[in-house]
C-alpha cells in the first residue's frame, strides 16, 4: 500500500514555471515506477510524463516534451515534476500515481497505475 500527497500547485502566468511535488508514504516507494497525469475539466486525464524505480528511463507525453521534467528522490520517497514555459492549455490538475506492475515498459494509461493522490490544481493565466 501506498499513499501519495501532491503539493505545490497554484496560480502562474504563462511562460511561467511551477515545480509539483508528490510525497509517497508505505512500504517499497523505490520499487514503484512513478507517473504524473493531468485532466482539465471535460477531459479524460492525460498521461504527462513517467519514471522508472532507479530513475534511469523516463517518458514525456508530447505535449510536454522539452519543458517539464519528471524527477524522483528515492531516499526522501518523493517524485517531482518540474513545469517550465508553462501555457493555458497546462491548466488542470495534476495527479501522481504510482505503478506496481514490474514490467520494463513505463505506464502511460490510467489503468496501469495502483495508487494515485489526491491532485493538486495547476492554472496557466494568459
Known amino acids: 500500500q501506498v499513499q501519495l500527497v501532491e503539493s505545490g500547485g497554484g496560480l502562474v502566468q504563462a511562460g511561467g514555471s511551477l515545480r509539483l511535488s508528490c510525497a509517497a508514504s508505505g512500504r517499497a516507494f523505490s520499487s514503484y515506477a512513478m507517473g504524473w497525469f493531468r485532466q482539465a475539466p471535460g477531459k479524460e486525464r492525460e498521461f504527462v510524463a513517467a519514471?522508472?524505480?532507479?530513475?534511469?528511463?523516463?517518458d514525456y507525453g508530447d505535449s510536454v516534451k522539452g519543458r517539464f521534467i519528471i524527477s524522483r528522490d528515492n531516499a526522501k520517497n518523493t517524485v517531482d515534476l518540474q513545469m517550465n514555459s508553462l501555457e493555458p492549455e497546462d491548466t488542470a490538475v495534476y495527479y501522481c500515481a504510482a505503478d506496481g506492475r514490474k514490467v520494463w515498459a513505463l505506464g502511460h494509461v490510467h489503468s496501469d497505475y495502483d495508487y494515485w493522490g489526491q491532485g493538486t490544481q495547476v492554472t496557466v493565466s494568459s
Open positions: 519514471i522508472d524505480w532507479s530513475a534511469g528511463r523516463r
